[in-house]
């Protein structure tokens, strides 16, 4: 086949994979049949929500089959993608040389929508980084999943968020990179509530999807207003080409008095918004901490390796746009810039405090996530474009690793829970006070010990814990938390940037509040003794469940550590040596998909896109370890010298006083939004369905069908008026030449007899008619 | 040989399409709609006959050959429907067929 | 003309090998006749088996035959031809045709009137239609319409072999005898035309014709008043098989009475037909009627008109309709009004190609939507034939939300709606239409469908928002059935969204 030979059209297949084991497991080995829930040989599931209602089980086969399928959709998207990359390492400049495939979608006049695939240098880290989290995902996915009787819904649904994932990501224009992003918002509001009895979850899905919806309307006009001004949405056409940046730089739709806005700025905040929205920055960051409610490897799918990731990945896309017009690297930002630094390192001090009050495994991870993605958005602002890619792909790495291993552990701690239910342990002093009837695995007071009784889930989630933190030299983390704040430093000392400098200062803060919540939280999980007997018998068991739920955490583990030393810059010194002795690979690969300084030269409106990187300064990378040493040493002395008991308050409740309840309760923004948002518009919906529905839209959908019943009923009126009155002489109607006409559908086979034969007769006319006209000449 | 042209027979075949047609719109019983139908696709045959005359040829006689054919498989249809009518209703009266109308 | 050959060089000279579609099918049927016989009790299920695999056969045959023919192929000495053309239509009939027969096995067994030459009948039909979009000469033009129509007459009145004096056996009957009578007086015509054309230019070949007859329109002799009136005749013959104003008028009364596949099946295939048989006689040999000055033909005043009949009377009186079917019936002649209006525009010199190919992608949307909404309507309908009324399907959305979802789907297609297959097949006739010229027809074709927008959109009202007032209505259908929904809603789906897919199939489709 052609296609597969062609290095070009390639690209098309990545997606192709998880997409059509998607349909095949919808369509053909989804079989289910319903039994009750208390069916426990039928039904193997132990959600206690389930109780009393019937449930659909997958037959066994099929659940089997639909692994199978999806597995192997994964595994062909990860072949094809290093084919592609290797295809990619063979051109002899990528960047300036390209992968691209495209087709005509819809013709639009003079010229073509074209839909199609490109590799450029952006596409390659995620074409990297995105399958092989997805593999194991997947991986961990089968041992997780291994009782659930909805198995095969659950790899259809994830198989299709694959797909759209990596359509966005081989994606070459805007549409179908919002495609992709709609049809992960969706995927991700039917995984959120992938056990939708249980209320939390359907509520949690619901918003998670209408929070994404508002940013994306936002985004779809900035999409509309680029491709009215620039005629197409291709990434190459717009985004590397000067000309059309300097046009959009330079273009003023809006002025504010004195103050001019380009149309680069309105559309490129309007995009910044859709990410804001998709990859969960204040103040659209509420679905987030609430998308826990989903499986774990769909939160770790969410929070790693595709939604979150997508948001960040589409600004790096359009970075050239957000900078066109200002000059980042010499502390002249434009609105976009300026928009992204703030509201991202906002976002990342913000998200880190709310962090350090949780209780719940899953749910501190969250703000970590939201914290570590307004890192690269604040980055972003501040034109440190290669180190927010740099950070993207770490940060995909160990935070896959965190979420996976933070569901090992869940998994563990029920596991322990029915293990003490089966043994008849009765309730003892250990148990925590609040643990009542329902006992909630996922809460932190009630683990402690775990080290011992689940080792491999300790070393991994130390690993990545440390990453993320940043612990400096070995973790990959460090080295692009490092760039970030070095890129900011930069900017501070060189130009005196107010900008730089608060990105500095607060992205240190936060640096340093991440290295002290989660060394609270490895201390809380893994150390000290067990405090409930279901931590002290949490394990994973024996066989494909425990292998399948650890293997994926080993392998990434050694990416959590791995991943940085692509990136140490090439005077970094000693280690350069090792790492990077001719340069920093990372950079000299990203940096390539931005236009060239050659051809930006020649535009003032356009700053120099390959700028160099920071170069070594000491400060930067002494806070980057400072602050990690020091909120992970605070964090051992807090929580891991002195284990918490039982039942004992956190130390951070007694340091923090009143602030913690706030913190606790995400400053209340849940209810602040229920208050200012949702139940205003519940009112007005309801308002506008009782005005406009009733009174409006209802009465003018009455007067449309009575205009339509009534031209309808003229036509028959006309035909009865036109064609009656020649009772039943058919004969005498030959010759009554109005008779021909009679009420037309009579049912009678004669009456539409003698219409063709007068028809025949006017058709012959006319055609004699106009050919005369021809003979004629 | 050709004493007569070919425009007469063709005249003629129009006469008989036209009288076929109107035997067609005017009779009520079924069986001689049929005949009125045989006659309009016969005088089609008189056309075909006449016109291979005229250009020598026999492609005009295949035609008819078809023709006849096709219209012998027709009236087979068309009585076995007639018979079955016949049995419903006791009648071949084409206006009783007005159930559906409108 | 040639001297009599050997079978083998026959075989070889005559080129046979590209009428393999349409004959294979007509031979697998007549295996299937002697199937049928030994199956006994257990025909039911060997018989439509039967009829799928023969489809499938002929549908390999096709992609053998046609696949690397963008250069057509004649067969049996100019008698058939095999092109692009051909290869797609006869692919659009076996794919209505499968749809049919899944319907029907449901239907008859409901209707306890299953018997093994119903699918016999439905395959020789459908080979007629595809002799029919293959014929290059009037002869096998007229022979093919017969196969398509022949069988097609005895399946309309197929219930009535109940012979229960039922009210259902009495419609079925009613109606095949109104299509029979009615097709055998249009024949008549077509016949005659063919015959007239015949006499005026000495040849039935239809590039032949196009060779010789600007001779006979320069003569201005009496060949050339036989050729004019000829071409009426053969517009009114063919007219009435696409069911186009003024011939439309048996259209709603045998949809209504004649069983609901073969309703389907005959709203879709017998269409083909016709229109395959007018685009080829009057795009490929009467094209030389064009007005040298404007490059019009001179028959594009004609169709235009009854283009616009068509599209005004089938859109209003579907209006006013209560019965599904009969809904439908004004429907499919408003659609055949659409194809009409590409016929109009193909009649402009230079627009031909874009015209057909518009035409072709309508027929393939027509094809799948139509089907689908028959199949919808059949699993609804009871077998005492109640149930089919606009009222029935009210509340459908919750007793059969998939149901529901595909029958909106439907007629969101056949409106016209974007991201169905409907839209592509509108949009690309309007703009053939606008290229040619034809703007006030294009006018009247979007306006139109704006008219249709509200008989459908009543479908779907009724089945979401009004609440059902009767009992919910239980699943009547099969497997079968099912499986024609789906692969109909398929087709609307797959070619609405991606829209270039049909106009690549097509783009090397040329008659001119």
């Not at chain 1, 990959?476 to 400098?501: C, M, P, R, T």
Request: glycine share 8%; with cysteine.
């Amino acid at each position: 086949m052609d296609f597969l030979n062609d290095p070009n059209a390639l690209p098309w297949l990545i997606p192709a994979g998880p997409l059509l084991a998607f349909l095949i497991i919808t369509l053909l080995t989804n079989k289910s049949k319903l039994v009750p829930a208390s069916d426990h040989h039928e039904y193997g599931g132990h959600h206690p929500d389930y109780d009393g209602m019937l449930v659909p089980v997958v037959a066994r086969y099929s659940r089997v089959i639909s692994i199978g399928v999806g597995m192997c959709g994964v595994l062909a998207a990860l072949v094809i993608s290093w084919v592609t990359l290797y295809n990619a390492s063979q051109l002899h400049h990528i960047g300036q040389e390209v992968l691209a495939s495209s087709i005509a979608w819809m013709d639009t006049g003079e010229t073509a929508f074209k839909m199609g695939v490109l590799v450029d240098p952006a596409t390659v880290i995620m074409l990297v980084m995105v399958p092989i989290a997805v593999l194991m995902i997947f991986i961990y996915s089968i041992g997780y999943m291994a009782h659930d009787p909805r198995q095969a819904r659950f790899f259809a649904l994830i198989s299709l968020f694959a797909g759209a994932m990596l359509t966005l990501v081989v994606a070459d224009n805007v549409l179908l990179l919002f495609v992709g992003w709609e049809i992960m918002g969706v995927c991700s509001y039917m995984l959120i509530g992938f056990w939708f009895e249980k209320e939390s979850a359907y509520k949690a899905a619901i918003k998670a999807f209408t929070t994404t919806r508002i940013a994306d309307v936002v985004m779809l006009l900035g999409i509309a207003y680029l491709y009215s001004l620039t005629g197409t949405l291709n990434y190459r056409d717009i985004m590397y080409n000067p000309e059309t940046l300097d046009m959009l730089a330079t273009t003023a739709p809006i002025i504010f008095g004195g103050w001019t806005v380009s149309a680069a700025s309105i559309i490129g905040i309007f995009l910044i918004i859709g990410t804001v929205g998709k990859s969960a920055q204040f103040p659209l960051h509420v679905w987030l901490p609430d998308a826990m409610e989903g499986p774990t490897p769909v939160s770790a799918m969410i929070h790693a390796a595709a939604m979150v990731s997508a948001g960040i990945f589409s600004l790096i896309r359009l970075y050239p746009l957000f900078a066109a017009g200002g000059d980042p690297h010499h502390g002249v930002l434009t609105e976009p810039l300026a928009f992204m630094a703030v509201v991202g390192a906002f976002t990342a001090l913000l998200a880190a405090t709310m962090a350090v009050a949780q209780n719940d495994v899953k749910a501190v991870l969250a703000y970590s996530t939201i914290s570590q993605l307004g890192f690269m958005m604040a980055a972003l602002g501040i034109g440190a474009y290669i180190a927010a890619a740099f950070h993207l792909i770490t940060h995909a790495f160990f935070k896959a690793l965190l979420f996976m291993a933070a569901g090992s552990v869940i998994h563990g701690m029920e596991h322990g829970e029915h293990h003490v239910h089966e043994h008849g342990h009765g309730h003892d002093a250990s148990h925590h006070p609040d643990e009542g009837h329902h006992f909630d695995p996922q809460d932190m007071r009630n683990m402690g010990g775990l080290r011992k009784t689940m080792p491999v889930t300790f070393w991994t989630f130390l690993i990545g814990g440390l990453s993320l933190s940043g612990f400096p030299i070995i973790t990959a983390g460090f080295w692009s938390k490092d760039e970030i704040l070095a890129d900011a430093w930069l900017g501070v000392q060189n130009y005196g940037s107010g900008a730089h400098g608060m990105v500095f200062i607060m992205l240190a803060l936060a640096a340093f509040m991440t290295a002290f919540y989660t060394m609270r939280q490895i201390a809380l999980t893994f150390g000290g003794e067990a405090r409930t007997e279901a931590a002290k018998h949490a394990n994973l068991g024996k066989g494909v469940v425990s292998i399948t739920m650890t293997l994926p955490l080993i392998i990434l583990a050694f990416f959590a550590i791995g991943a940085g030393f692509v990136g140490v810059p090439n005077d970094f010194p000693v280690l350069n040596a090792i790492f990077s002795p001719e340069y920093n690979a990372f950079h000299h690969l990203t940096v390539e998909a931005l236009p060239l300084s050659e051809a930006t030269a020649a535009f003032s409106s356009l700053p120099d896109y390959h700028a160099k990187a920071p170069p070594f300064n000491i400060i930067p990378v002494a806070t980057s370890v400072l602050v990690a040493l020091l909120g992970l040493w605070l964090g051992w002395l807090v929580y891991w010298r002195k284990p918490l008991k039982a039942g004992q308050r956190d130390p951070m409740e007694n340091f923090l006083g009143p602030l913690h309840p706030v913190l606790q309760n995400r400053y209340y923004l849940d209810e602040i939004y229920g208050r200012v948002f949702v139940a205003p518009s519940q009112w007005l919906s309801a308002q506008i369905i009782s005005f406009l529905d009733r009174g409006i839209i209802d009465a003018l959908l009455h007067i449309i069908a009575r205009l339509f019943t009534w031209l309808g009923d003229l036509v028959k009126v006309l035909n009865l008026w036109l064609i009656d009155g020649v009772g039943d002489g058919i004969p005498i109607a030959i010759f009554n030449f109005g008779g021909w006409l009679r009420r037309m559908q009579s049912g009678r086979v004669q009456q539409y007899m003698l219409l063709i034969l007068a028809a025949a007769v006017a058709i012959g006319i006319v055609l004699v008619l106009s050919s005369g006209a021809a003979l004629a000449q | 040989m050709n004493a007569i042209g070919t425009e007469p027979y063709i005249i003629l075949s129009m006469v008989l399409f036209l009288m076929g047609a109107l035997g067609v719109l005017i009779r009520r019983n079924a069986i001689l709609l049929f005949m009125s139908v045989e006659l309009m696709l016969n005088s089609a045959n008189l056309a075909l006959v006449a016109f291979a005359r005229e250009w020598g040829q026999v492609d005009g006689h295949v035609f008819v050959f078809f023709v006849m054919t096709v219209a012998a498989a027709e009236v087979a249809i068309g009585l076995a429907l007639i018979v079955n009518i016949f049995r419903e209703r006791q009648s071949i009266n084409i206006d009783d067929l007005q159930q559906m109308r409108g | 003309m040639f001297e009599s050959p050997t079978i083998a060089e026959f075989v070889t000279q005559s080129n046979l090998a590209s009428t393999l579609p349409g004959t294979l099918l007509v031979a697998w049927t007549l295996l299937l006749v002697l199937v049928d016989l030994f199956a006994g009790d257990e025909r039911e299920h060997w018989t439509p088996l039967g009829a799928c695999l023969g489809l499938g056969v002929s549908f390999v045959a096709n992609l053998f035959v046609y696949a690397p023919a963008a250069d057509q192929q004649t067969a049996l000495y100019g008698m058939f031809i095999a092109d692009a053309f051909t290869g797609f239509l006869n692919i659009v009939i076996l794919v209505a045709t499968l749809l049919a027969v899944l319907m029907s096995r449901d239907y008859l067994m409901r209707a306890g009137i299953h018997r093994g030459e119903y699918y016999i009948l439905t395959l020789l039909s459908s080979a007629g239609a595809m002799f029919m979009v293959a014929a290059n000469d009037l002869i096998v033009v007229f022979v093919a319409l017969e196969l398509l129509s022949i069988p097609l007459y005895i399946l309309a009145a197929f219930r009535s072999i109940k012979n229960d004096g039922g009210e259902l056996a009495l419609k079925s009957e009613e109606s095949g005898m109104k299509y029979f009578i009615l097709g055998a007086f249009s024949s008549a015509f077509l016949v005659f035309g063919a015959a007239l054309v015949y006499g005026a230019s000495g040849t039935t070949n239809i590039p032949q014709i196009l060779e010789v007859a600007p001779a006979v329109v320069d003569a201005a002799s009496s060949a050339t008043f036989y050729l004019v009136v000829g071409t009426a005749l053969l517009i009114v013959g063919l007219g009435f098989k696409v069911a186009v104003v003024p011939f439309h008028m048996w259209t709603p009364d045998v949809y209504e009475g004649a069983p609901t596949p073969v309703t389907a099946l005959m709203s879709v295939t017998a269409k083909i037909g016709g229109f395959a048989a007018l685009l080829r006689i009057l795009v490929t040999a009467l094209s030389v009627l064009l007005l040298v000055d404007g490059g019009v033909a001179a028959w594009q005043t004609t169709i235009s008109i009854i283009a616009a009949l068509t599209l005004v009377l089938g859109n209003f009186v579907a209006i006013s309709q209560r019965n599904l079917k009969r809904m439908l019936a004004y429907s499919s002649i408003a659609h055949a009004g659409y194809i009409m209006v590409a016929l109009a525009a193909a009649g402009t010199a230079g627009s031909a190609d874009s015209a057909t190919q518009g035409a072709l992608v309508y027929i393939l949307a027509y094809m799948f939507t139509n089907l689908g909404a028959f199949a919808v309507v059949m699993t609804i309908e009871r077998v005492d034939g109640g149930g089919g009324n606009i009222d029935d399907i009210t509340g459908l959305a919750r007793s059969r939300p998939l149901l529901a979802m595909a029958m909106t789907i439907f007629m969101l297609s056949l409106t016209g709606i974007p991201l169905t297959a409907g839209f592509v097949g509108k949009f690309m006739v309007f703009a053939a239409a606008v290229q040619a010229g034809l703007v006030g027809l294009a006018v009247i074709g979007v306006l139109t469908s704006v008219v249709s927008a509200f008989y459908y959109m009543r479908v779907v009202v009724n089945m979401y928002l009004r609440d059902s007032s009767g009992e919910l209505l239980p699943a009547l259908e099969t497997v079968y059935v099912r499986w024609a929904i789906n692969i109909a809603l398929a087709g609307t789906l797959i070619f609405g969204i991606f829209y270039p897919l049909a106009s690549n199939l097509v783009s090397m489709v040329s008659i001119a």
